[in-house]
């Protein structure tokens, strides 16, 4: 599904990623942690095609495809979604009208017609319920007034309605509180199957009790310099990430 | 020492004068005017971003009637608007395309005919005293032509818009045309004026029109600018207010060559309520100039402004809103709202709020925004998969959508709409 050879990226002249490797298959939950400033949201971003991050070195293999050959509205049209840390408020545009912009693009990269109203429709309706969201927010402008978690449950109902290959979701634990954890937890655990990878990328463990991953990875100073499976993670949450900076006995 | 003020005279000695024999002294006094106003430059702060010097370069001249309906003039400008139609090309009422008489209780007719008939009496043949303050006034007047005479009795509902179609073609032509809103008291209607040209017309419209809206009376104006060509265009409106009246006007530039809008409002009479709305997206080397004034003279009366602008290319924006809260206008709110995106680095606006608040006891908010698109806000689009143009339109309708949704009609707003996004390859 993904895989990442040597991935070095800077933003302003400073590096950031330095020769990082990931090899994600299909249907995998792969977890990255690690502390502040390691390269965890730079990843996100890279991946997810943002412009002021400069690859240098390295490639990026997405289903068959050179992702970095692509923009980002290509990247998310063949499948790729990022779930932002910091959801953007767009005044002014309806969530709805966004999210029809958005699967219509799809469908018609893929040589399909534009969705029907009706079928529009059912599909908010399935998919705003996976994440408890009212009526009432989806009809808004785009993450206007929402709350922290509000927002986060709009990521996870964006990217249900767009049904991606590879979801990333870049601290979507950040700010919330334990029921919209769970709520968006559930809504990740509903979209898991065998043809769907997701990249969870966490500063805590405790996602990790709601979205079990199949492999753990420790990021610091822009390479992975640990992998395991979700003991590692447990193991992170006791002892701290300082032993991990640690050069290995 | 020598005054660098274009001459001016080449400029318009070769217009023919107004035919109006009921708009003579007015005609009269304008051609008075015109030797003595100073012809607006730089030097003028009112005109310090919009001087004239470009127009003013080449002598025009003041076309024929047309004979018959100019092929380019579409029969319905707006699909799906069911309206009554006045239809004038180049200053003159082209009378077989027009719905007269409208409706009982209405009295719609060119402005010359009712001059003749006697109904705009004495010193009410001017309301706006536009040609003793401006050079530009002085030079409509004393070329006045026609336009629409309006007027509703008490009590009467125009039951479809009044569409106010005016077309320019020709070369270097000079249209002046004047119309004259009158709405009894307790009436109501809904009025658009169309602005069109042909796409190789040359010149200027200098047009005038003068409203009164009566005692719980409810005027609505549509204004929608959209010249092909190149056409200088200065437009001035002249409203006054009743107590308890409302008037809404929306002045949306959709293209122009070179525009200055003046739009003067005054309250005469308690609770009465204005809302002046607009949007302007140049591009090119296009100009497009706002200036309003909202005075608020007696208490208790609401105005709510609200100009929206988009820059591309290397265009240039003004937007100057003037608003005067009298003495004796306790109780006044007002709120005033200019935001302008400059999209290309080669464009710019030059945005001026000025209050001039004389009352104490009065609620009075403004603010002028200048910035660009949200990279952030494009960004979050692209990431589901919509593309650079279509997210970008996503955000411009975004931007201009409740000045569009306040619109009289929605299938005016559309079809403004969806002029905007063609000209701009949004869709």
Redesign the interface.
């Known amino acids: 599904m993904l895989t990442i050879k040597n991935l070095h990226a800077q933003v302003d002249q400073t590096a950031i990623l330095k020769g990082l490797d990931l090899e994600i298959a299909p249907g995998e939950v792969h977890a990255i942690m690690g502390p502040n400033g390691s390269g965890k949201s730079t990843l996100a971003s890279v991946l997810a095609g943002r412009e002021d991050y400069e690859v240098t070195q390295g490639s990026v293999d997405f289903d068959g495809s050179d992702l970095l050959d692509m923009d980002a509205s290509d990247r998310a049209r063949e499948g790729l979604f990022l779930a932002f840390q910091y959801p953007v408020e767009i005044p002014g545009v309806s969530n709805l009208n966004f999210m029809k912009a958005a699967i219509n693009a799809q469908r018609e990269h893929r040589g399909m017609e534009a969705i029907s109203a009706k079928d529009f429709l059912a599909l908010v309706k399935e998919k705003s319920a996976l994440v408890e969201l009212a009526g009432r927010l989806r009809d808004r402008s785009v993450n206007e007034g929402f709350s922290g978690g509000e927002k986060k449950r709009n990521e996870i109902f964006q990217m249900a309605m767009l049904e991606p290959k590879l979801a990333i979701l870049d601290e979507t634990d950040s700010g919330l509180d334990i029921d919209a954890l769970r709520i968006v937890s559930q809504g990740v655990n509903a979209m898991r199957e065998a043809g769907r990878s997701f990249l969870v990328i966490t500063h805590y463990q405790r996602l990790l009790d709601h979205i079990v991953p199949d492999h753990v990875h420790v990021l610091s100073d822009g390479k992975i310099v640990k992998s395991g499976t979700k003991d590692l993670a447990m193991e992170l949450e006791e002892k701290g990430y300082d032993w991990i900076k640690e050069p290995a006995v | 020492m020598a005054d660098t003020t274009p001459t001016s005279k080449a400029f318009w000695e070769g217009l023919t004068p107004s035919v109006s024999s009921g708009l003579a002294s007015v005609a009269e006094a304008g051609r008075a005017a015109l030797d003595r106003l100073p012809v607006p430059t730089r030097r003028s702060e009112r005109w310090k971003y919009s001087p004239l010097t470009a127009m003013l370069a080449q002598p025009l001249n003041s076309p024929e009637a047309p004979h018959g309906i100019p092929e380019d003039v579409h029969v319905q400008p707006i699909p799906g608007l069911d309206a009554y139609r006045v239809v004038l090309v180049n200053g003159h009422v082209v009378t077989e395309a027009c719905d007269f008489p409208v409706a009982e209780g209405v009295i719609c007719m060119p402005l010359f005919q009712a001059l003749d008939e006697g109904r705009l009496q004495g010193g009410d043949a001017d309301w706006s005293g536009y040609h003793e303050r401006e050079w530009v006034g002085a030079l409509h007047a004393a070329h006045a032509q026609d336009g629409v005479y309006l007027e509703l009795e008490e009590g009467v509902t125009l039951d479809r818009p009044l569409l106010v179609h005016h077309h320019v073609t020709g070369s270097n032509v000079a249209v002046c045309p004047r119309h004259r809103i009158v709405m009894g008291d307790q009436s109501s209607a809904e009025v658009l004026v169309w602005h069109s040209s042909s796409s190789e017309a040359t010149g200027m419209v200098n047009a005038l029109l003068e409203g009164h809206v009566g005692r719980g009376a409810r005027l609505g104006l549509d204004k929608v600018q959209n010249e092909q060509g190149k056409i200088f265009h200065l437009a001035h409106e002249h409203v006054t207010q009743a107590s308890d009246s409302t008037f809404r006007v929306h002045s949306m530039t959709v293209q122009g060559h070179w525009v200055r809008n003046e739009l003067n409002v005054a309250q005469k009479g308690r609770g009465a309520h204005t809302i002046m709305h607009g949007v302007y997206l140049p591009k090119d080397q296009e100009h497009v100039d706002n200036h309003t004034t909202m005075d608020h003279t007696v208490p208790n009366c609401t105005s709510s402004e609200l100009y929206k602008g988009i820059l591309y290319d290397r265009s240039t924006g003004v937007f100057n809103g003037k608003v005067f809260v009298r003495q004796e206008a306790q109780q006044t709110n007002a709120y005033q709202q200019n935001a302008n995106i400059v999209a290309d680095q080669g464009a710019s606006i030059n945005a001026k709020p000025e209050l001039e608040i004389y009352a104490d006891d009065v609620k009075c908010s403004h603010g002028c925004t200048v910035g660009q698109f949200?990279d952030?806000?494009l960004?979050?689009?692209?990431?589901?998969?919509?593309?650079?143009r279509?997210?970008r339109a996503?955000?411009v309708?975004?931007?201009i959508?409740?000045v569009l949704a306040g619109m009289g009609s929605e299938e005016v707003a559309a079809e403004v709409e969806t002029l905007l996004s063609e000209r701009h390859g949004w869709m």
Not at chain 2, 379 to 388: A, P, V
């Open positions: 949200d952030e806000a960004f979050y689009l692209k990431s589901r998969g919509i593309g650079e279509a997210a996503l955000m309708q975004a931007f959508g409740d």
